[in-house]
């Protein structure tokens, strides 16, 4: 045990590289009180596809044992297979510091459409989701809630309260946790398109906005730009930032994904909307 949580405090690039910070400036704030609600319940993930190393990526605790992320950091599109595991820490504070202890994942879930579509704008309304963790982490005992939209409320929050991303992104200190705040920009029926700042790692962060004072997750942070080079904007050495008006983007909460997401098991018709990858 003590060696698997070695090679944890040295996670591998996430693979991930569809990120980007928006320009003019890099806003993203570090957060150090990682045993406050909300930033407790964002986990910072590890997948390791076999080879010993652990990749990472963000999730939000959405419950006791329920953990929310995106379906490619539960299924990868390049070796078309999960992780063989997942190890779950929430509120990780640095490279050493797991204020909540961690957990390996028991069961991982993720849209049938997800690996069923045949295009990447077929695939990005499925990009979510769900871990399912053998018991509760000690000390924590409130989560973030679904919240389903109306397009009238999302259309408020064009003007209104911010949207927040937290998660681990890999251009900063390994373990250290990251936010950024700001308005919407744009969204259609099943996305959320805005500025906040984001890099690889931070994959399957929650998208929240505080409404009526409490946060409240209204999408899955799963997607963004790329340079003509096909690098993430502002994410790596010799990158600059991206130009203002491109939009990093997310899964939209819509009435399906919720129940999904609380349900994984659920049937339609006599088929699961949800395949077990984990």
């Not at 297979?81 to 504070?93: D, I, L």
């Not at 961690?102 to 077929?122: C, D, H, K, M, N």
């Not at 308005?183 to 998208?207: A, E, K, M, N, W």
Request: with cysteine; charged share 25%.
């Amino acid at each position: 045990m003590r060696a698997e949580l070695d090679a944890f405090t040295a996670l591998a690039e996430s693979g991930e590289r569809d990120y980007a910070l928006v320009g003019p400036d890099d806003n993203r704030v570090h957060e150090t009180r990682t045993r406050r609600f909300p930033y407790n319940t964002i986990c910072h993930l590890g997948r390791d596809f076999g080879d010993g190393l652990w990749r990472g990526c963000s999730g939000a605790l959405i419950g006791p044992r329920h953990v929310l992320t995106a379906a490619h950091c539960l299924y990868s599109l390049k070796l078309q297979r999960p992780p063989v595991r997942v190890r779950v820490a929430p509120g990780r504070a640095d490279r050493d510091r797991f204020p909540f202890g961690t957990q390996l994942a028991i069961e991982g879930y993720v849209p049938r459409g997800f690996i069923q579509a045949r295009s990447t704008s077929a695939r990005r309304p499925y990009d979510y989701g769900l871990l399912v963790l053998p018991r509760p982490f000690p000390g924590i005992s409130r989560f973030l809630s679904l919240r389903v939209l109306t397009d009238a409320q999302l259309k408020r929050l064009e003007t209104g309260a911010p949207l927040t991303v937290a998660g681990y992104p890999a251009d900063r200190p390994i373990g250290s946790l990251w936010w950024h705040s700001e308005r919407l920009r744009r969204f259609t029926p099943q996305r959320l398109l805005y500025t906040v700042d984001t890099c690889p790692g931070h994959s399957g962060s929650p998208i929240w906005a505080t409404l009526a004072g409490v946060p409240a997750v209204v999408g899955i942070h799963t997607s963004g730009i790329l340079d003509e080079r096909g690098r993430s904007y502002g994410c790596a050495k010799g990158t600059i930032l991206a130009p203002p008006g491109r939009l990093n983007s997310g899964v939209r909460v819509t009435a399906e994904v919720a129940a999904n997401l609380r349900d994984p098991r659920r049937t339609l018709a006599g088929r699961s909307p949800m395949i077990r990858v984990l």
